[in-house]
């Protein structure tokens, strides 16, 4: 294709976009397709010779977009909400034309020294403790993962190295497979499925506690299971507490995990996917109260914060931590410039992949576009339409609200006693 017909490409895309944006409410919510329809639409071989775009185009109409289930439309109800917005849309387009791929500083500083700078921001925004913040004297910092899932997962593992070599140290003649055998994580049972699989991919048992009857993992809860382990010989590691757990959008008691935490050397990491952006409106942080103890910190961008998917901002105390563990330096990764000041990272060392994408261009247009005013409108908006439908249901005499109506959930049923 030439550069032509790219333009013209490129532009007719654009006001697909915009357009499918704009009249997405029009749209059928869930797909009506049956399993394999797209099989029967699309040929098993790829054409031979380049076709015209506007067939491709064309073509998303017709075979792509009746098997799309729409999660931005306004009657999308399901699994959780899908961050979405006019300029994260371009600054993705953005990223994408650039297509840096940003695991190093030297390959491309602005990838680099702009997720710095946006995570200060957003750190500030939420009111995080100035030790998570890139800019601060000591080791902390933040990095733009692809899900709440990867960056429980990473943390996980940065755990397991630290907690291995401390009882390495302790015990010098203890085989490093013999601690990793008695390694043990914890969680509540309201945590969302992504910590229990991180537990399977980081080959450490995950134990899912029981809460109290408010939803919420208590310190005696986690007292009580710690004390029972280490009876038994293990040795706890890893504990994630869930500020806002995916069924009822409960918070885990961190004022009361964080001092058991830290007493063990036990890594706390606290998993704010959804309910942590709220935090961005003062009237909510005091969910936060207790964070000053944990060693890590995660919220989704892309489920409330009008951010696309994938971004999610997770911040560490101690960067150290992940860059001993996922250290690996080939010949050809080293450069001039690597430094271990924290506003300069080589961020393929705090994650999983080596590659990563310029992901901070979407987050820096949502930051300055709204501002931080428009993302507080945003969350209020959100938050009052979940207490207006909460009304009505209880005005409802065949529903009922079955835990207190939280942030941006509901959660009712339908009567079950009623006969009709």
Known sequence: MDSESFRECGKTVVDYIA???????????????????????VPPEAPVK?????????????IIMPGITHWNSPQFHAYFPTGNSFPS?????????????????????????????????????????KEFLNESEGPGGGILQGSASEATLVCLLAAKDRTVKRIKMLNPNMDEGMIKSKLVAYTSNQSNSSVEKAGLLGSMPMRLLNVDNNGQMTGSILAKAIAEDVAKGLIPCYVVATLGTTGTCAFDRLEELGPICNENNIWLHIDAAYAGAAFVLPEYRHHMAGVKYADSFDVNLHKWLLVNFDCSAMWVKNATHLVD???????????????????????RHWQIPLGRRFRALKMWFVLRLYGVEGLQAHIKKQVYLAELFGKFVEQDARFEIVMPVTMGLVCFRLKVSLKY
């Not at 997405?24 to 869930?30: A, E, H, S, T, Y």
Request: aromatic share 12%.
């Open 325 to 347: 563990a996922f250290n690996v330096d080939r010949i050809y990764l080293k450069h001039s410039y690597q430094s271990e000041d924290p506003q300069l990272p080589d961020y």
């Open 50 to 62: 380049g076709e015209d775009w506007k067939t491709v185009l064309a073509d998303v109409e017709k």
């Open 89 to 129: 849309i371009v600054g993705d387009m953005l990223s994408n034309g650039i297509g840096c791929i940003g695991f190093s500083w030297i390959t491309s500083p602005a990838c680099t020294e702009l997720e710095v700078q946006v995570m200060n921001w957003f750190g500030k925004i939420l009111d995080l403790p």
């Open 19 to 41: 357009s499918y944006v704009d009249n997405i409410r029009d749209r059928p919510v869930l797909s009506t397709m049956k399993p394999g329809y797209l099989y029967e639409l």
